[in-house]
């Protein structure tokens, strides 16, 4: 077995650590999260490494990526798994179902807090994920979203109030037309390359979208 190591944080690597064939979903085997992947050698790793799934190849989790994040957050040891989402701008920690509090002791719950701050400011959010629930987490507290099912996606409404306003976290079917829209306006590339008036219409369906949700 290979690993492609590049872009990863000096000295970091997925050796001894399986932790992601766990926590994530894979939908190309039809996996869902929370549970062992049949293709797993538990702590060794993937049994049908150069077969695996392009979901599978190209998640790398945040512990090897980014250096900014202290060596504690190691999944092996740890229990938790740090994907970042571009789609979404999420930072989604999954949580073993097994060490449920893991995210709430130290020197974690102070790493979570500061990403809140720094993501509230980048119109970004931290979400918590221990398979029976899905926490979001702001500089303000904690929101319980419940469950939040594989084909819902959790998006960022920012109220108007003191100090810029509080995001609010609404759950969103994946193939609802409003996600389009919200991308469309929020992914500063995809407004880029729209014309005024695709923008003005998205921002009127979330508008009205928003509008829908306050009656």
């Known amino acids: 077995m290979s690993e492609t ?3 990863y944080v000096a000295g970091r690597s997925c050796e001894g650590c399986t932790m992601c064939c766990k926590l994530l979903r894979i939908e190309a085997l039809d996996k869902p999260g929370f549970e062992w992947c049949p293709h797993c050698e538990i702590g060794v790793g993937c049994k ?10 190209i998640f790398h989790c945040g512990y090897l990526t980014q250096s900014g994040i202290g060596n504690h ?8 798994v740090l994907a970042l989402s571009t789609d979404t701008k999420s930072l989604t920690i999954f949580v073993d179902p097994d ?4 995210w709430r002791k ?3 719950y102070s790493d979570i807090q500061s990403w809140a701050r720094a993501a509230e400011k980048n119109k970004r959010r ?8 899905v926490i979001a987490v702001t500089a303000d507290g904690e929101t319980d979203l419940g469950t939040v099912e594989d084909g819902q996606i959790i998006v960022g409404r920012r109220k108007r109030g003191p100090g810029g306003g509080d995001v609010e976290p609404i ?4 193939d609802d037309p409003i996600v389009d829209a919200l991308r469309l306006v929020k992914d500063p590339e995809s407004a880029r390359q729209a014309s005024p008036d695709q923008l003005a219409e998205a921002k009127r369906r979330i508008a009205e979208w928003l509008s829908r949700r306050d009656t």
């Open 5 to 7: 190591t590049t872009g």
């Open 48 to 57: 049908i490494y150069e077969e695996r799934p392009s979901e599978c190849r």
């Open 73 to 80: 957050w190691k999944p092996a040891n740890s229990r938790m």
């Open 99 to 102: 060490r449920v509090d893991a």
């Open 106 to 108: 130290e020197p974690f």
């Open 126 to 133: 931290v979400i918590i994920s221990q398979g029976s629930s």
């Open 171 to 174: 759950v969103v079917d994946r």
